[in-house]
Nanobody, 127 residues
Framework: QVHLVESGGGLVQTGGSLRLSCAAS????????MGWFRQAPGKEREFVAH????????SYADSVKGRFTISRDNAEKTVYLQMNSLKPEDTAVYYC????????????????????WGQGTQVTISS
């Protein structure tokens, strides 16, 4: 198992930047695929980004592609989400998630394959 704690959220104006961090503990971090998801008030949880165990394979939601960058430091047991050119529609609680699963049925954008989740960090973008 792995325990995840997000940090770095806050309030920023449209066009600004934030860097989120997700610190892991309790198991071998390098064995986990990592994902970022977000959930706005009254809306469903949505996929943001995914990164493979070694960082060699990365994917993004279309809504954040070109603006957000996911990365990881296995020595520090941390995954990051650099968010640039922020928009009001990026306002949400952002969650870090981890999985060891290999699926031929679901993509890594499906939240149901991630058994481990952090508590979330609030990101608010003002107009």
């Amino acid at each position: 198992q792995v325990h995840l704690v997000e940090s770095g959220g806050g309030l920023v104006q449209t066009g600004g930047s934030l860097r989120l961090s997700c610190a892991a503990s309790g198991s071998t971090f390098s064995r986990y695929k990592m994902g970022w998801f977000r959930q706005a008030p009254g809306k469903e949880r949505e996929f943001v980004a995914h990164i493979s165990e070694s960082g060699g394979r990365i994917s993004y939601a279309d809504s954040v592609k070109g603006r957000f960058t996911i990365s990881r430091d296995n020595a520090e047991k941390t995954v990051y989400l650099q968010m640039n050119s922020l928009k009001p529609e990026d306002t949400a609680v952002y969650y870090c998630a981890a999985t060891q699963a290999y699926s031929t049925t679901y993509s890594y954008s499906y939240s149901g394959i991630y058994p481990y989740w952090g508590q979330g960090t609030q990101v608010t973008i003002s107009s």
